[in-house]
């Protein structure tokens, strides 16, 4: 069992910027595909960006605005989230699945086997 630890959320007004981190609490050899999920009042959960050894995936309303990337010698990711729009507030969700990501399936939360408690992310305008 893996356990995924969420730090870095918090309330800013939009424009500002956040880093999402999140440790999983096993290293491992095996090809390991991670990535943030986000969840609004009222909404579904949808896909932000993951990240495995040889790609990175975004949704279309965080490109050019959300850097997802992965410290080995930390065995940490990082969601780094810059000029932040309200529409960004929601509930992040770290998520984890054994494998690579797969460019058609990525955003589909069934896929991830393990997550994160959550943290919340406020933008005010």
Do not use: H
């Amino acid at each position: 069992q893996v356990q995924l630890v969420e730090s870095g959320g918090g309330s800013v007004q939009a424009g500002g910027s956040l880093t999402l981190s999140c440790a999983p609490s096993t290293r491992t050899k095996r090809r390991f595909c991670m990535g943030w999920f986000r969840q609004a009042p009222g909404k579904e959960r949808e896909g932000v960006a993951v990240i495995d050894s040889d790609s990175t995936f975004y949704t279309d309303s965080v490109k050019g605005r959300f850097t997802i990337s992965q410290d080995n010698a930390k065995n940490t990711m990082y969601l780094r989230m810059d000029n932040l729009k309200p529409e960004d507030t929601a509930m992040y969700y770290c998520a984890a699945a054994w494998g690579v990501c797969y460019e058609s399936t990525w955003s589909q939360s069934d896929n991830f086997e393990y997550w994160g408690q959550g943290t919340q992310v406020t933008i005010s305008s």
